[in-house]
Structure formats: C-alpha cells, structure tokens
C-alpha cells in the first residue's frame, strides 16, 4: 500500500472510535431483525438462522465499505454525539445503496424494491442515529 493510501485510511479510521463499530452493527442488526420478525415471525431467527444472518449480511457489508470511506471511524467521530451522528448520517447513504446492490444480486435472495429502499434507508438511518445518541448519553 502507498503512503497516500495509507494516510487516507489512518486519518478515517482511529481505535478511539472502535467502540462505534459494535455500537452501529447492533444497530443495523436490530433494526434488520425486526424487519425479519416482522415478515417472518419469531421463530424463523430460530428455524432460519441462516436466512435471518444472509438478511443482515449486505448492508453489514455496505456499512464496512462506506463507514470508513467516509470517516465514521475517525478520531472526530469518537468525540462527541454532535460529530459522531452526522458522520453516520453521511456514510449511511453509500452503504445503503451497496447493501441495496448486494441484494438486488443474485447474490443475497430477497431482491429489491423501492418501498423497501425508503423503510430500509429511513430506518437504517434512524437506528444508527439514535446508537450514536445512546452511546455518548450513556458513555459519553
């Protein structure tokens, strides 16, 4: 890896913030999850572990490519809600989209459509927002 890159990474990514990272997967995962129970039922995180985790997968995915692109994970993040919230905000709009992509493949079943797009983007949005706010509330 070049220097350039190399600096391009360090200045998104500090290990202050690496509590972010379990704080904005639970987030995501919770709000996916609701969204499976909701379709599913209950006992389908049971019966399917499998499908329930391949729902969960392309917008983790998504959310690990864009997050640190886009500096969720900087050493401003760990800061304070008020830094940490709008960046979140910021990387949820490309990693929604490559979620959207990964599931609309052939990939990932489930496909795509646009009132999904608009509940997953809104929500998605909202859950990471409000993960952030707890976190500095609570920790902060």
């Given amino acids: 890896m070049s220097s350039s890159e190399e600096s391009f990474l360090a200045r998104r990514i500090d290990a202050s913030a690496a ?4 704080v904005d997967a639970l987030a995501l995962s919770a709000v996916l999850t609701v969204g499976v129970i909701n379709h599913n039922g209950v006992e389908y995180l049971s019966t399917a572990p499998v499908g329930w985790l391949l729902t969960l997968v392309p917008f983790l995915v998504g959310w690990a490519v864009a997050a640190p692109l886009v500096g969720a994970y900087s050493a401003g993040a760990a800061e304070s809600a008020k830094a940490a919230i709008p960046l ?15 599931r609309a ?5 489930g496909g795509f459509q646009l009132s999904f797009g608009v509940v997953m983007f809104v929500t998605g949005g909202v859950a990471l927002v409000v993960g952030r706010w707890l976190f500095f509330k609570v920790l902060g």
Avoid: Q
């Fill in 19 to 22: 509590p972010l990272v379990a």
């Fill in 88 to 102: 979140a905000v910021r990387a949820w709009v490309p990693g929604s989209i490559v979620g959207f992509a990964l």
């Fill in 105 to 109: 493949s052939p990939l990932f079943s």
